[in-house]
């Protein structure tokens, strides 16, 4: 994530196993990376996937006011009807608030 | 994460992206894993990688208790050591208390 940041600010951990149907996958999650951007609260998102298999998306935001405004969010809400839909073999989403963290930087 | 877990349990995220010095770090994760098993109140770990890049590991841990004994687990914090010497590049650790969950599976 982008800097560093001080008090009880929360993650949304998604996991995710996609299926073979992926058409307007990759537009839509172009789409979600500028929405979230205006989100007010958020901090930013780390993402990983091993290919052909599960993939990890944090992301971080200010508080649980920025988490609902991206949850709720019209736009969002229809990506995440398709991706049931269409999209994911399963998923897990895990909000949570972060009570510690610490960084490491190579000097 | 295996199963379904009620009440407040925390997830331990870890980000990375490693150094090219990775001699020894396939040994100490396979032990890693290993070893995570045995601390009580452990429920499971998901992991993704973007290949050459950045790494995420979520662990899911029962109660705070958890996350400390891992944390504090000799071994592993002789892996931490060589991990800041050797294997990483960066890292992030946020420890976070679970507030709300859910999971989605194809029918």
Redesign the interface.
């Known amino acids: 994530?982008p800097g560093t940041f001080c008090g009880h600010y929360?993650?949304a951990?998604f996991?995710a196993v996609r299926?073979r149907e992926q058409s307007g996958y990759s537009e839509t999650v172009a789409r979600r990376e500028d929405l979230v951007k205006d989100v007010p609260g958020y901090l930013g998102t780390?993402?990983?996937?091993?290919?052909g298999?599960?993939?990890?998306t944090?992301g971080y935001f200010r508080d649980?006011d920025a988490v609902t405004a991206w949850r709720t969010d019209i736009e969002h809400r229809a990506a995440q009807k398709r991706g049931?839909a269409e999209w994911?073999?399963?998923?897990?989403?895990?909000?949570?608030?972060?009570?510690?963290?610490?960084?490491?930087?190579?000097a």
């Open positions: 994530m929360y993650v951990v996991t299926t780390d993402y990983a996937q091993i290919p298999g599960l993939a990890i944090v649980a049931r994911y073999e399963s998923y897990t989403l895990h909000i949570a608030k972060v009570e510690r963290s610490h960084g490491f930087t190579r």
